[in-house]
């Protein structure tokens, strides 16, 4: 029986500072990118420990800010979770 996989965003180090000034929501984002990483970790064990399969998807911010222009969606958790169910997606695809 194949492992349901789930889809988390991973952002670059270099655009977090990017992320942070656009996103609607950036009070509920870590500060910095070592603590994001820190909450990355722990979720990526905690999504395993449940049986599931994280699979970590590239983000470009740039292309996420395209797709919130494009889909007239503030950059916030909804949105950035239904672009990486798009990128997710479009490599299943593939």
């Known amino acids: 029986m194949k ?3 789930l889809g988390i965003g991973f952002y ?3 655009q977090w500072p990017l992320l942070i000034e656009t996103a609607a929501d950036s009070h509920l984002l870590e500060k910095t990118y070592d ?3 820190a909450v990355l ?3 990526i064990e905690k999504i395993h420990a449940s049986g ?3 699979e970590l998807v590239d983000i470009d911010v740039e292309e996420l800010l395209a797709f919130c222009k ?3 969606l503030p950059n916030n958790a909804a949105c950035r979770a239904r672009f990486i169910a798009k990128l997710s997606s479009q490599r299943d695809k593939e």
């Open 3 to 5: 492992k349901m996989v």
């Open 12 to 14: 670059r180090r270099e």
């Open 35 to 37: 603590d994001w990483m």
């Open 41 to 43: 970790d722990s979720s």
């Open 52 to 54: 599931l399969e994280p």
């Open 70 to 72: 494009k889909e007239g």
